[in-house]
Nanobody, 120 residues
Framework: QVQVVESGGGLVQPGGSLRLSCVAS????????MGWYRQAPGSQRESVAL???????NYADSVKGRFTISRDNAKNTVYLQMNSLKPEDTAVYYC??????????????WGQGTQVTVSP
């Protein structure tokens, strides 16, 4: 099994910054994709930023220019640097990892989520 654990959420004022971290662990052979998603109250979960093992990235339009996703392949870790935060960024942020396990089966693992609240 592959476990994913997020950290770094919290309360921040508008215009502030936060850095989220996510570590994948367990019976991992390779991770093809890691990403951050978020879900605000009453809304569906949405993709925020994705990064692939070859370095390509994808961002939601709402966070382009403000958020940066990066990855440390050796540590199976992904980061999300969030700058110029807005109240509408308030949500539970989830980390996702997809790849192949040691038993050759694919995995698609989610973390428990970390709360990000942007408020004066």
């Amino acid at each position: 099994q592959v476990q994913v654990v997020e950290s770094g959420g919290g309360l921040v004022q508008p215009g502030g910054s936060l850095r989220l971290s996510c570590v994948a662990s367990g019976s991992i052979f390779s991770i093809n994709e890691m990403g951050w998603y978020r879900q605000a109250p009453g809304s569906q979960r949405e993709s925020v930023a994705l990064i692939w093992n070859y370095g390509s990235t994808n961002y939601a339009d709402s966070v382009k220019g403000r958020f940066t996703i990066s990855r440390d392949n050796a540590k199976n870790t992904v980061y999300l640097q969030m700058n110029s935060l807005k109240p509408e960024d308030t949500a539970v942020y989830y980390c996702n990892a997809r790849g192949a396990a040691m038993n050759s089966r694919s995995f698609d693992s989610w973390g428990q989520g970390t709360q990000v609240t942007v408020s004066p």
